[in-house]
């Protein structure tokens, strides 16, 4: 029998949708707290009390680290923000509890330039379903009140949609397994999910339990919506179109590099894996521009993600090869 995290959709219904994000205009934050203390904490894991500013209001929120492997490869790793709710009232950040920040890793400009990537692989999963999470890009301003003589520190990251929240706007109910089987699933939004994944060369996912994990899945949430079952994936740092400086293929898919694309999804029905390809391949230009209109980046950045991607919908003008090489791949 399923078990189920039941989540009050009144609370977060449309009709009291926080603002935060219903817009993708960058915003200007600044986080100050003792971050110094917060980034040395890698195994309690305490929150810590912060000051975050936008548009003139002052909101206390508590902050930690999170994340397993990044807290591994980065000296600034992704950060959880806990917000009071008595102190969002009227803000940008109205009704928001627990929110993710994915953060830039490391000082060196290439681990800016992959929050950005990421940030943009959530949009382009956004062009082709609603059923996906939502970001906002954020300007930080670090302040490190536990070391007041640090020049405060600005950077990119951005902000993911909670569970709660996701789940509440679709009408549904995040849905705890083991893991899943093909029937589980929607097969329409699970072919788009998959043809996804190859377009951005991410293998780093899996609708089945992860390591030390007790429930489905990796790198995905499961949320059910009007008796059906959807895979939601999140975390693509692995993949090829970010190409992350740690990021590498698993040994066991013999990959060269994680900017090889392997198609890695459940055996699914012809028609539901054709119309997934034809939806990817109808948004080509908005997936384009999306990268196109990435703030802070180089010409030469540009050119080189959507010379990435151009290499999926080069692959995907022979529809039928490629379908065939998916029905080769499929587990």
């Excluded at 893991?179 to 899996?206: K, P």
């Amino acid at each position: 029998m399923y078990r189920f995290v039941v989540l009050l959709v009144l609370a977060y219904g449309s009709s009291h949708a926080s603002p935060l994000f219903e817009d993708d205009g960058v915003i200007d934050i600044t986080l100050s707290g003792p971050l110094s203390e917060v980034i040395d904490d890698t195994d309690e894991r305490r929150e810590r009390e912060f000051l975050l500013n936008v548009d003139g209001a002052a909101l206390g929120v508590s902050v930690r680290i999170r994340g397993n492997s990044r807290v591994v490869h980065c000296s600034f790793p992704p950060l959880r923000l806990n917000f009071s709710s008595s102190d969002t009232a009227d803000t940008l950040f109205s009704g928001q509890e627990k929110l993710k920040l994915v953060t830039h890793c490391r000082s060196h400009n290439d681990f800016e330039s992959n929050v950005l990537e990421e940030y943009a692989v959530y949009r382009l999963f956004n062009l082709l379903t609603d059923v996906s999470y939502r970001t906002r890009l954020v300007r930080i301003h670090y302040a490190d009140t536990a070391d007041p003589g640090l020049e405060p520190l600005v950077r990119f990251g951005f902000l993911i949609e909670s569970d709660t929240a996701l789940a509440a706007r679709l009408g549904g109910e995040i849905l705890e397994v083991p893991h899943v089987t093909r029937n589980m699933l929607d097969a329409e939004h699970s072919a788009l999910g998959y043809v996804f994944q190859y377009l951005i060369a991410n293998t780093d996912w899996s609708q089945v339990r992860f390591i030390e994990d007790d429930r489905c899945c990796h790198n995905g949430r499961l949320i059910r919506i009007n008796e059906r079952n959807y895979y939601i994936p999140y975390d693509f740092d692995m993949s090829g179109f970010v190409n992350a400086r740690y990021a590498k293929p698993q040994p066991d898919l013999r990959l060269r590099s994680v900017k090889v694309r392997r198609y890695r999804g459940y055996c699914t029905t012809e028609p539901a894996l054709r119309n997934a390809l034809r939806t990817v391949v109808a948004r080509r230009e908005d997936i384009l521009r999306v990268v196109e209109e990435l703030p802070g980046s180089s010409a030469k950045d540009t050119g080189s993600r959507s010379s990435f991607l151009q290499g999926f919908f080069k692959a995907a003008s022979n529809e039928e090869k490629l379908l065939q090489k998916f029905e080769r791949r499929c587990l």
